[in-house]
């Protein structure tokens, strides 16, 4: 067994060793190959009453397989992928075992049963069902006794039958070209000469509409986003979608279990009156998202007000059937071909078939210019005065659940241990004025499960009062209450604005508070008021002024200290300690441990990881990381640099060939902040197919390579890095 394992091994070896330069540098990633996985193995019985099967293997990452027979034969049957083998067994059960390896000899094992009866199969039953997801394929099962595999006969003309076979109690796929009624027949097969058939005409049907809502847009800032259709956020009001133009296209309001389409069925050309002009010249992009049974394309036209159709401007975009079509359109697509977006009043759409529309909109990159009025993360830069408890402990201690949820290192401790109306308070400098998008609040809570006594509800509270009534602020109260889940990092916004808020009402008056001007004091409670239950919380990031954007996946952190979300980080030709004592601890980083980059003269080295989905560039677009390069580590005249690359790892050991890269100068003997921003720095891609995408367009991207110093040379560097992250 070892010796086939390492003649394989062998062979790759051998082969890399007749590939170009730039393949050569890439051989390391055949140490990180994951064990094979769904392994199986296909049983195909003749059907002659001699028991002779064959036996088919099969798993993802396998290149050969052992099969032990389940019967008196002690000695595995040996197949490199794609092979089979022939075996004839006595009527009777057997649980066949699949060993499969890889290259390099890593196993892992299935046991699968074959039933060998020389009866003919009974007791059949049948099951074929339309496929809720996907249109047009039918799931087949079949289960019988005395039965080892079946064969699917889809009942289509000019299609080679049988269409598929499968072991007896699988479930089989089939798609159908076209939808509609076919005599589907099934034969189930044992050992026996003779074979049992089901018969059923049956029904395929396509799936017309999504069943499915597209992605959630993000959270943005009012002023970064002008919404013409979508539920996330608020629309120009008094849009008409099916304005008058004499077409022959059908409007339809499409609900899918709450969330609001627009369908145009037949669709030659229709669109949007907007209520009212917009000036779209301050946006960037012009999001769209498009689901279609059977459009292949469609013109997407913003429209000024008054333009005539000799000077509208369009923007084509190739649809996928069957799944939402997510773009981002930049503005200078339509700028560029001379269109002037500051007095857009319609949307034109000109196509054909039936499409829906969803989360319709312009925005820009997050606003920079516009802090939080009011903020405190606990690290001592905030700009609020101190909290203090009301029957309540209100202290700043070091973050007891420090992981990927928060990896701040201090915290305000919210501690009630029975106070009847116990919270947390401080007063403004000023009064609040909650007009002109100045409602939020927000904080970042963890709230462990232990330390709650009493069955009150998981919940916290956010009061305004006005604290010129001294002690008796709280008849002036007005509150916004939000349910909390336990034992996670969450970040709770209020919003005196769209949320739901509840005054106190003392006076018989009841003003909206966005029309207040007397509210000062901040008051955070937890598990509601006027009971003697115990709890404790963690807050963090208090914002106000301006809502957090919540964190959309993934989330790519480490700090190197135990608490990061990246699984592992592999040297590429150079070291990647993980868990190396910071060399140079001082107040520009204090954090016990590092990871050490030693390059002892590697040509391509570098260190890298992969995460498990694609990155999202459009939501997050920004790598950071700290750095320190001693200089005392480094060999010959490479520019004192560091560099980001994204690759796609689904090229395995080619993935360097889809790489986008940003350059940074460092400075030697110091620790630094580097930021590598994806769409306002500049990029270089490796272009080895030819195709030079924008990398903000790009979902294939999931691998991350660092390299210091540059590579294609044999000069040493050491390197100590920290705080990675990705926002």
């Known amino acids: 067994m070892k010796k086939i394992k390492n003649i394989y091994k062998f062979l790759f070896v051998l082969f890399l060793a007749v590939a170009c330069d730039e393949e050569l540098r890439d051989i390391s990633f055949a140490d990180n190959i994951a064990p094979p996985s769904n392994i199986a193995a296909a049983y195909n019985i003749t059907q002659d009453n001699t028991g002779l099967v064959t036996i088919t293997p099969s798993a993802e990452g396998a290149t050969n397989f052992e099969i032990y027979f389940g019967d008196a034969t002690t000695a595995p049957a040996k197949l490199a992928q794609g092979e089979n083998v022939k075996h004839t067994y006595a009527e009777g059960t057997y649980n066949v075992k699949i060993v499969a390896a890889n290259l390099n000899g890593n196993e892992a094992e299935a046991t699968q049963q074959l039933v060998v009866s020389f009866k003919a199969p009974e007791n059949v039953v049948v099951t074929i069902a339309n496929d809720a997801a996907i249109s047009k394929q039918v ?124 369908q145009y069925s037949n669709l030659n050309y229709q669109g949007i009156d907007i209520g009212s002009e917009i000036d779209a010249s301050s946006m960037e992009m012009l999001h769209i998202d498009i689901w279609t049974a059977d459009a292949t394309s469609i013109d997407i036209y913003p429209l000024p007000n008054g333009v005539q159709p000799a000077d509208e401007r369009f923007v084509t975009k190739q649809l996928v059937v069957n799944e939402w079509n997510s773009f981002d359109i930049p503005m200078t697509d339509f700028t560029d071909q001379g269109l002037p977006v500051n007095t857009l009043k319609q949307f034109k759409f000109v196509g054909s078939g039936t499409v829906f529309i969803d989360n319709l909109y312009f925005y820009k990159a997050p606003t920079g210019a516009s802090p939080p009025l009011l903020s405190d993360n606990f690290e001592g830069n905030g700009n609020i005065p101190a909290f203090s408890g009301d029957a309540a402990g209100a202290n700043v201690i070091d973050n007891p659940f420090n992981n990927a949820g928060n990896f701040s290192s201090k915290v305000l401790e919210y501690k009630d241990t029975g106070g009847q109306y116990a919270n947390i308070q401080f007063t403004a400098p000023s009064k609040f004025d909650l007009k002109n998008g100045q409602s939020v609040f927000s904080i970042k809570l963890y ?42 990092w969450q970040t709770v916004t209020f919003n005196f604005e769209t949320d739901n808020w509840i005054n106190l009402n003392n006076n018989g008056v009841d003003p909206d508070p966005v029309d207040r001007t007397d509210l000062d004091k901040v008051v955070i409670q937890l598990n509601s008021e006027n009971n003697n239950d115990a709890v404790t919380g963690f807050i963090d990031d208090f914002y106000y002024g301006l809502a957090q954007i919540p964190e959309t996946a993934p989330i790519v952190r480490d700090g190197f200290e135990g608490f990061g979300t990246i699984a592992a980080w592999v040297g590429d030709a150079a070291g990647a300690n993980t868990s190396f004592a910071n060399p140079f601890i001082n107040s520009d980083n204090n954090s016990p441990t590092v990871l050490e980059y030693t390059d002892t003269g590697g040509q391509y080295a570098n260190v890298n990881f992969t995460i498990t989905e694609k990155f999202n560039l ?29 690759q796609n790892s689904d090229l395995g050991g080619n993935s360097w060939q889809t790489q986008t890269e940003i350059i940074k100068d460092i400075v030697l003997d110091q620790w630094q902040t580097i930021t590598f921003d994806f769409v306002n720095d500049n990029w270089i891609n490796l272009n080895n197919n030819g195709v030079d995408p924008n990398p903000i367009d790009r979902t294939d991207l999931d691998k991350v390579v660092i390299q210091v110093n540059g590579e294609n040379n044999n000069d040493t560097v050491t390197a100590y890095i920290d705080n990675v992250n990705y926002y």
């Open 447 to 488: 709230v462990p499960s232990s330390s709650i006594t009493g069955s009150q509800p998981n919940q916290v509270s956010l009061k305004l009062q006005n604290s010129g009534l001294g002690g008796n602020s709280w008849q002036t109260q007005t509150e916004i209450i939000k349910t909390i889940v336990l034992d996670q």
């Open 618 to 646: 459009v939501n997050k677009n920004v790598f950071s990381i700290m750095i320190y390069v001693p200089s005392s580590s480094i060999s010959g005249s490479q520019n004192n640099q560091v560099s980001l690359k994204l």
């Open 139 to 262: 799931n087949v099962n079949a289960k019988a006794d005395f039965a080892t595999m079946y064969e699917f006969y889809s009942g289509e003309t000019g299609v080679t039958q049988p269409v598929k076979t499968a072991n007896i109690g699988e479930t089989l796929n089939y798609v159908y070209q076209n939808p509609g009624t076919y005599s589907i027949k099934v034969i189930v097969k044992g050992g026996a000469i003779e074979t049992t058939e089901y018969m059923q005409d049956f029904e395929v049907t396509e799936i017309l509409a999504p069943i499915a809502s597209a992605s959630n847009p993000p959270s943005r800032n009012d002023v970064d986003v002008i919404s013409i259709f979508s539920d996330a956020y608020t629309d120009v009001a008094g849009s008409n979608f099916y304005p008058n133009w004499g077409q022959n296209t059908q409007y339809t309001e499409f609900d899918l279990n709450g969330d609001a389409m627009i």
